[in-house]
């Protein structure tokens, strides 16, 4: 069998609002955050199946002879007998993997699973992430929906949706759950149980999904390490020292995250005013100090608000917070952030509420992007 | 009639949860600020009554002969027309008093209403007060009481308090109602229409008025002037504008008052503990936070928050905000803040939960002080 090269990007994601307090039956509001992930498979003829993940070190490949002792039926449900062999084969013992081992696992599953009981192709898979990874923003969730949807398509599961005359295609929503489908089986090998959040929101239109205006935003990695476990354990601490302080203060982040999805959803619908803007920075503004109360804050994401409201920017924390990530609104015309680079924080200027997964013409792919994946 | 001379106190008082919220029907929890308003009394035998409040540079003498002539029945009310007799006596027409004129008319009505019916005696009363004024810490109601406290005794009314081997005296419960409802007559002329909180947080054990533990303070008062109606108003647009936001937040404020109380009260039942600064600390922060959601904050207050926690200490604004003043929690052992006026701000290192109005002997009241009030 072989395979069409095929080239596809899915977006990271951020948490504009309700991070915690989703833990606590909360709503949250997160968005498509346009730091892509980009996939591109190639055939191969020499009876080689490869991977290659730039970012993470990671260059592994196997003789299709090898993989057809591994074979499984396809199954919608994670096989857990496919992942034991899986392990063995990659000689993974211990119970947390790295990314490398993670992504090869996840990698090998969905390949297998799609391609196992038929003709299985020989092929490169090289991905290349604008996503720092481990940074709450979605990135493994955007690898396993690149992988899916280009097994998907080369196994004809899925139509290929780029026309001629455009530079991007995008896949009907029928099209879009089966590539989340097998995303999902991806995530729970990678996270073990995750939500599930991750890759819905990677694929548009899905319920979970709101309509968002493409908004400029600042991403800031302030690059201090944090455990996700830790803060959300600090929290339901403080919520059980304080209930009535701080269940009053999560009922006011859901309504944060309601308000902002309804000021979202009227800038998608009419003309963009400075008053919607003004509102969602009073809601950015609002959250952060509950975030603050609630106890994920860290003098890093304060150094980040104090710095950007000296632009009169105004920034959250997105994500478990207590270091990570934060997240500036920027207006139409606001200026570019040295100030930050220079507190040794890491800046992406990007947008939210970009397109989803989607597949390219190599002419519509950044050149500097193209120019990793086809090193490979 | 001759009067015996005398010496009063009355401290000022301190929000320390529950500003702002109070206007939306929440609990505040005030306590008394040993800041305190000193008032002594001295007969003269030249049928002369004078006033000098160095504070605010008003020094006034009368000829016994004029007041008489504006001498009213003892009332318990506020008798609308002695008010417009006194506004017309000194000369004030329009509707606004300055601070001179009001303090005057509080004095004369309190005299008029006390000693009118009968012997008027000649005295001097000479006040001097270490509270800041215009600064929400009570300054006018320590004012008032001290005034009432003053006359009362004169007349008779109440007992001295003070007993030969003690330095300071305090009245019973009763006597301070009567203190208290006659000080409240002052803060209506120079207030318009008060709740009646300041005086009766001035009045020990009134109901109001918890029992707090003696606690050190910081009080700083950053002078960035602002209006408590403008704030007020601000505080009620933001609600209007985000209730399902807000309103939880004056919840969660609410709670802190309670929680704030609870903490308090065990504080003067059991021994003190780091444990309980721990709390009392983590809810300052909290509020602090909460504040400035609603509205109320100010960089200066940020700014006093940073110096403080730079050293470990926790802080709040504390009345109106929008600049004005800050409260800082001082663990025993906590040193100085020569960094908060390095920032031009006014400190005061006191404390919270001190006595109420009390009498003096002039041996127990500090030199400065009593070297001011001996200068007339």
């Known amino acids: 069998m072989e395979v069409r090269d095929c080239l596809i990007s899915a977006p990271g994601k951020a948490i504009l609002h ?68 899986l392990r063995k084969f990659i000689g993974v013992t211990n119970e947390n993997l790295d990314s490398s081992a993670s992504a090869i696992l996840a990698f090998l599953y969905i390949y297998l699973s799609l391609f ?13 992430s604008e996503l720092p990874t481990g940074a709450g923003l979605g990135s493994s969730a955007a690898y396993s929906v690149c992988l899916a949807a280009a097994f998907l ?14 530079q991007t ?35 548009e239109n899905h319920p979970l999904i709101i309509r968002v205006p493409l908004l400029r935003i600042l991403l800031t990695n302030t690059k201090v390490p944090r455990s996700t476990k830790v803060l959300v354990a600090r929290v339901k601490d403080k919520i059980n020292k304080f209930p009535s302080v701080m269940i009053p203060v999560l009922d006011s982040v859901d309504a944060i995250s309601c308000t902002c999805e309804k000021v979202l959803t009227e800038m998608t619908c009419e003309p963009i005013t400075g008053d919607h803007y003004n509102i969602l920075e009073e809601l950015i503004d ?88 086809n090193r490979y």
């Open 18 to 85: 309700g991070e915690h307090a989703v833990v606590h039956g909360k709503v949250a509001l997160a968005v498509s955050l346009n730091l892509r992930t980009y996939l591109k498979l190639k055939a191969r003829s020499d009876g080689k199946v490869c991977i290659n993940l730039p970012n993470i070190d990671t260059f592994v490949c196997w003789e299709l002879s090898e993989l057809k002792q591994l074979t499984s039926s396809k199954l919608q449900r994670l096989d857990a007998e496919l992942v034991k062999r």
């Open 116 to 128: 196992g009981s038929g003709d299985m192709p020989s092929l490169t898979v090289s991905v290349w």
């Open 153 to 166: 398509c080369a196994t004809g599961n899925i139509p290929t949706p780029l026309k001629e005359w455009e």
């Open 169 to 203: 295609g995008r896949w009907c929503q029928e099209d879009l759950e089966l590539i989340n489908s097998w995303a999902f089986q991806g995530e729970k090998i990678i996270h073990g149980n995750p939500s599930g959040v991750d890759n819905a929101l990677l694929l």
């Open 286 to 373: 609002i959250n952060q100090h509950h975030l603050n109360v609630i106890g994920v804050g860290h003098p890093s994401l304060d150094m980040l608000c104090q710095v950007t409201a000296a632009r009169g920017l105004h920034s959250k924390l997105t994500g478990a917070g207590g270091g990570g990530c934060g997240i500036t609104l920027l207006r139409p015309g606001a200026g570019t952030m040295k100030d930050l680079r220079d507190c040794g924080y890491d800046c992406w200027e990007t947008s939210i509420g970009g397109p989803g997964v989607q597949q390219h013409f190599p002419s519509s792919v950044k050149e500097e992007i193209m120019e990793v994946l």
